[in-house]
């Protein structure tokens, strides 16, 4: 067997030797002109390739618990009016035309925010996410942080996520309630509340082979969390999809607007 492979690779000695005569009676500088077009249509091939992975990731998916405000913030930016919402048992989906010059569009996807459902969806559309729209109740954040920062969790774990790096939007909804947190607030809780997470996650126990399967590690170990450890931008913006004094009076989210426009 052995002499069989020495006859083998002796086989291509001639043929090596041949290809390394040719280069060495090449001129230097074709030669190096030649490696620097072979490196360009290497490097226009790539970015072809991610640039198409990134048109067709065309959604921004919509998510968070339930009545924070979701389905009316996705009505009114599909729309601009009021609409009377109910708690959605399926995903929404609607073509947006983002606020800018260029007229281009983006796939705007409400997934429901019941607790029963929110993993079924997510599943579902987070290979297509280009960017998710994350919306917190601000007047309810106070008691609602704990589910608010274990669904958080859930997202900037996730392994398919995480690859994809989409940038994050939490919209703090409701600041027209004279209750709500800034968002400034809302960020330190998180980010408090989250570190706390990642401690008790850690420490648990692993019962099942693979049960961590398509779970990442959350932020940099050995330092309390905050979100710039993350792979994705995550920016915080106050908005309200509802005027405090009437229903349907106008709602403030021209900031929400121009985040998605920065999208493409």
Partial sequence: MAEAAVQNDSRWLPDLEFIKQELQRQDPTLLSVGIALIVVLLSFVLWKILRGSRISRRAVLLVGLCDSGKTLLFNRLLTGTYKKTQTS?????????????????L???DLPGHESLRHQFLEQYKASARALLFVVDSSAFQREVKEVAELLYQLLTDVAVLKNAPPILIACNKQDISMAKSAKLVQQQLEKELNTLRVTRSAAPTTLEGSNSGVAQLGKKGKDFDFTQLPMKVKFLECSTHDSKEEDGDANISNVEG??????
Avoid: P, Q
Avoid at 89 to 105: C, E, L, Q, R
């Fill in 89 to 105: 048992i399926t995903a929404n989906s609607a073509a947006y035309k983002v606020k800018s010059d260029k007229g281009t569009s």
């Fill in 259 to 264: 985040w998605l426009a920065k999208l493409v």
């Fill in 107 to 109: 796939t705007l996807v």
